[in-house]
Nanobody
Framework: QVQLVESGGGLVQAGDSLRLSCAAS????????IGWFRQAPGKERDFVAA????????YYTDSVKGRFTVSRDNAKNTVYLQMNSLKPEDTAVYYC?????????????????WGQGTQVTVSS
């Protein structure tokens, strides 16, 4: 199985950028579809973005389209989430997750492995 570790979170101001990393170990990240989810205090863990195993297809929730970009570097065994023009409502713990099977990318239950999360806080 694969282990996932997120990094790159922090405290930033509205309008700033951050790049989150999801580093895989145990198995190559190229074997998995990768999703990013986020969970704000008192809320459900929601889908943010995903990239298929091949890297050819990406998916985004409407609120981040045009601001966030998901990409993967299989040679580095890492998936990234570039977040630009951050807003206070982007504040959450961000998780990456890996899926073996090709299923609906936006559904949390379709992912098999999860990282521990990284905190992103955006001040106004």
């Amino acid at each position: 199985q694969v282990q996932l570790v997120e990094s790159g979170g922090g405290l930033v101001q509205a309008g700033d950028s951050l790049r989150l990393s999801c580093a895989a170990s145990g198995r190559t990240v190229s074997s998995y579809h990768i999703g990013w989810f986020r969970q704000a205090p008192g809320k459900e863990r929601d889908f943010v973005a995903a990239v298929r195993r091949s890297g050819g297809s990406t998916y985004y929730t409407d609120s981040v389209k045009g601001r966030f970009t998901v990409s993967r570097d299989n040679a580095k065994n890492t998936v990234y989430l570039q977040m630009n023009s951050l807003k206070p409502e982007d504040t959450a713990v961000y998780y990456c997750a890996a899926a073996l099977l090709t299923r609906v990318a936006t559904q949390r239950s379709n992912y098999d492995y999860w990282g521990q999360g990284t905190q992103v806080t955006v001040s106004s």
